[in-house]
């Protein structure tokens, strides 16, 4: 009988690696045995707080007895449907609470089994709609450089990162485009008029590309994998009306920003513009189940069913519209909705914001929108460090709090049910880590005394 070793990863025997991880195995790779409120025990016994929600996921902990009373009721009534012949009572009140969270105009929602899926279901909408109306020829997607939109082919192809280069060409008629963040970061762009001219490269683009080919464009509100990048005021709905000047679709991907994260339902009604197709995510669940979802307006709608309404999207998946996935997906949006949790991101979120900009000072610039946080960091040296990120991310792990570290930046995104004193534990171990990697105040202060110096 063979016995389950313990302990770190790298001390597991070697015939233990035919699991294929999620990331490269390394020394630092855990083994995660239990969880309780926002803490995470490994298999030696260590402690974390998780200060990313597992992956902005775990909106409710990790032991959220409502959603595990709902999913326990169902794995006991009916813990699969044929979907070939018929759906469950769970996934069609998930549906409907859904919409009812939505944005106005949005009518109808599919149920899916994550992000990537969300997204290949959003381009295949796209193009069904224009097909429909007699526009076979409005195919091409776009989609931002930098951006990052899954893991499947056809949503990675959207991902416009030079590191999914080595899977080969993505598919035909993707057109990435730059966002305002990059016009920023690369050519200098003041803040006040990056929305402006990135608004106006994106409608060259589609004049350019011919709008009689042009489907939709995808875009994340909040762009993750830039240090979550905020779009500038107006720039969202700058958008929207390039989109109706040129009979394009505006697909948000909300995979990260959707669900309470940004503090309204979704970053569509925070930054009050409403898009053609919302995909969403992560946090739909509350982590309790593979989930999400394609919500959409009446006019797509129409085109998935005899009468209208969410009536068929073939070809489907297999466990899609699950009906234990959709008891979690229900019992979290439930508490979502009945619990006060608005209120109570909206505080949590300005008492995180002011705590993340003064333990963070002079050594990175903080940027906030609700429960997402982001931090573009700055090295002691005043040099750019391409592993800044990932340095200080290690650091905060090796004291017992995940977070997500990559480039020059970290993200944060704390569960809705954190509470002061541990973001009070959060901002201290993060002003550690960042006073082993990119200098204490004084360091920082010291250099930047010597760098205006020089320009002197």
Avoid at 160 to 184: A, I, K, M, Q, S
Avoid at 436 to 447: A, I
């Amino acid at each position: 009988m063979t016995t389950t070793p313990t302990g770190p990863l790298s001390s597991w025997p070697s015939d233990l690696s035919a699991f294929c991880f999620e990331v490269p195995h390394s020394p630092e790779a855990l083994l995660f045995e239990s969880g309780k409120g926002i803490r995470l025990s490994d298999a030696a016994g260590r402690s974390y707080l998780d200060a990313l929600s597992g992956v902005f996921v775990t909106c409710f902990g990790y032991d959220c007895e409502p959603i595990v009373s709902a999913v326990t009721n169902q794995l006991r009534t009916l813990p699969f449907n044929p979907p070939l012949h018929g759906t469950n009572r769970a996934a069609l009140e998930l549906a409907r609470a859904l919409v009812d969270l939505a944005p106005p105009g949005i009518t109808a929602a599919k149920l899916v089994n994550g992000g990537s899926e969300a997204i290949e279901a959003a381009m295949r909408l796209a193009r069904l709609h224009h097909h429909s109306r007699g526009n076979p020829g409005k195919v091409k997607i776009l989609s931002y450089y930098h951006g990052y939109h899954g893991a499947t082919f056809g949503s990675l192809s959207l991902t416009g990162r030079p590191d999914v280069t080595r899977f080969g060409p993505g598919l035909p008629g993707v057109v990435h485009v730059w966002p305002p963040d990059c016009l920023e970061a690369f050519w200098d762009v003041p803040p006040e008029r990056s929305g402006a001219l990135a608004a106006a490269m994106i409608e060259r683009t589609i004049e350019a590309e011919g709008p009689d080919s042009v489907a939709a464009i995808v875009m994340e509100p909040v762009i993750h994998l830039r240090g979550m990048a905020v779009p500038p005021p107006d720039y969202l709905a700058r958008i929207r009306e390039v989109c109706d000047r040129h009979d394009v679709l505006l697909v948000f991907d909300e995979i990260v920003t959707g669900f309470g994260r940004t503090g309204a339902p979704f970053a569509a009604q925070t930054f009050g513009v409403t898009p053609d197709i919302l995909c969403v995510g992560k946090g739909i669940s509350g982590g309790y189940a593979p989930l999400a979802a394609v919500l959409m307006g009446s006019h797509l709608a129409e085109h998935l069913g005899e009468h209208g309404g969410p009536v068929s999207f073939a070809p489907s998946h297999t466990y899609a519209a699950n009906p234990l996935a959709a008891a979690a997906g229900l019992a979290s949006v439930t508490l979502f909705r009945e619990g006060g949790y608005q209120e109570r991101i909206r505080e949590l979120a300005a008492h995180t914001e002011t705590r993340l900009r003064a333990v963070t000072a002079g050594r990175g610039t903080v940027r906030a929108v609700g429960l997402l946080y982001g931090i573009k960091l700055k090295s002691a040296a005043g040099r750019p460090d391409e592993r800044l990120g990932e340095r200080v991310a290690t650091a905060c792990l090796r004291r017992g709090l995940i977070i997500r570290g990559q480039d020059d930046w970290v993200v944060l995104a704390p569960a809705f049910v954190t509470t002061t004193a541990e973001v009070e534990e959060i901002t201290g171990i993060l002003g550690e880590a960042l006073d082993e990697v990119c200098g204490t105040l004084d360091e920082v202060c010291r250099t930047l005394d010597e760098v205006r110096g020089d320009e002197r």
